[in-house]
Structures are given as structure tokens and as C-alpha cells.
């Protein structure tokens, strides 16, 4: 979270404008947390407080007064096909990159990295 909220900082959001901002979260909420989320299950309170920053850093991230969004989250996440601006969901980023190394674990025969992981946690992936 520290390096998120550092990295943001670095932008001032009350400088640059919306389409700028916009341009910036998906980057910095796209490949920061990619690490931590292809690994570990965040808790619910990680995903409010990605979510929350990344509501802040839209609406003015260090504005005095901030801008109200008039369009819900939901629709903002949407594809832009649909209307939305394509901003990933971080419970269901952190699902699907936790399924593909499932997936990955089940349909790759041999490796080195499946007989650490096996070694470590076998107890745990069965």
C-alpha cells in the first residue's frame, strides 16, 4: 500500500488532468501490486484501500477541493466497449492470477518451480 501511495505521490493529482490521471491508475494499480496479488490472497481490506486510492487519485489526489464522481465504480471498471473506462477489479485481478498458477500447477508436468512449490505447500495444495 506504501508504495502505491508513494508512487501517486510522485503525480501530483491536482496537476495533471483527468484523462491524465486516468492514464497513470491503470499502470501504477496494474503492475505495483501484480507481485503480491500472483501469490498471496489479499484480505477484503486491501481491496478497499486499493479501491479507495485509486477513487481519491481520480477525483483530485491532493486538490483541496476534490471533484464528485457522478458515475459509480462499477461502471467505471467496465471494458470500454461497454462504456467504462477498463480499470480492473482488484478482487477479481488477484482471483484470476491466483487461478492461473493453480491452473499451471495441475497441467505442467515437470518443473523445478512445481517441486519447490510441492516440497514447501503440498500439504496445503492437495
Avoid at 499502470?27 to 478497499?48: D, G, H, I, W
Amino acid at each position: 500500500m506504501d508504495k502505491i501511495k508513494g508512487r501517486l505521490n510522485i503525480w501530483k493529482g491536482s496537476f495533471l488532468s483527468l484523462a491524465r490521471r486516468i492514464c497513470l491508475i491503470k499502470p501504477v494499480f496494474t503492475t505495483l501490486p501484480l507481485f503480491y496479488l500472483s501469490f498471496y490472497k489479499a484480505p477484503e481490506s486491501v481491496y478497499k484501500r486499493i479501491t479507495n486510492i485509486q477513487r481519491r487519485f481520480l477525483c483530485g489526489w491532493g486538490k483541496e477541493n476534490t471533484t464528485i464522481l457522478w458515475v459509480s465504480w462499477e461502471n467505471l471498471c467496465k471494458p470500454k466497449a461497454e462504456g467504462g473506462l477498463g480499470f480492473k477489479k482488484v478482487r477479481r485481478f488477484n482471483i484470476a492470477l491466483l487461478t492461473k498458477w493453480k491452473w499451471r500447477l495441475e497441467s505442467v508436468k515437470n518443473g523445478k518451480w512445481k517441486d519447490i512449490l510441492l516440497s514447501k505447500y503440498e500439504t496445503d495444495l492437495g
